[in-house]
């Protein structure tokens, strides 16, 4: 009974803990459309293409083994907690990677117009092979035992 209490206050902890870095990750996304709207001046942040798409490969791919590490906790939880997880950590994290393009100078977003979208992409794409490449279990019972 113990550890039933534990659990569930360890799983309230990490819900909370969620709650705030959703809630950061939420402003970086605002922060970034008040960049690109041009209600505030971005600061110049001159970083090269190779940079920028290495963040965002390096982010995509932490974000994606965090993810995997989250839902191994919600293996008993209904698909929509675990669908609500996977918009959490999959759309939320990457206003990060919009924030870091749109702090360019404006002379920097007009040379490369799309090389936000494929910032973007390079995130999608390392966030997604960690969360392909998890272990699954079968439907109807535990996992089974690796043949040799």
Do not use: K, Q
């Amino acid at each position: 009974m113990a550890g039933r209490a534990s659990s569930a206050r360890g799983d309230r902890l990490l819900l909370r803990t969620e709650s705030v870095v959703g809630g950061f990750f939420l402003a970086t996304w605002v922060v970034a459309g008040l960049y690109v709207a041009g209600w505030l001046e971005p600061p110049g942040l001159a970083l090269s293409f190779y940079g920028l798409f290495s963040f965002a490969g390096a982010f995509g791919w932490v974000m994606g083994n965090l993810l995997v590490l989250r839902r191994r906790s919600l293996a008993g939880a209904l698909p929509a907690v675990r669908r609500r997880f996977l918009a959490l950590y999959l759309l939320l994290p990457a206003g990060l990677v919009a924030l870091v393009r749109a702090m360019a100078p404006v002379e920097l977003r007009r040379a490369a117009p799309l090389a936000g979208l494929l910032a973007l992409s390079i995130y999608l794409v390392f966030f997604f092979v960690p969360w392909s490449l998890r272990p699954r279990t079968p439907r109807g019972g535990p996992p089974r035992a690796p043949r040799r």
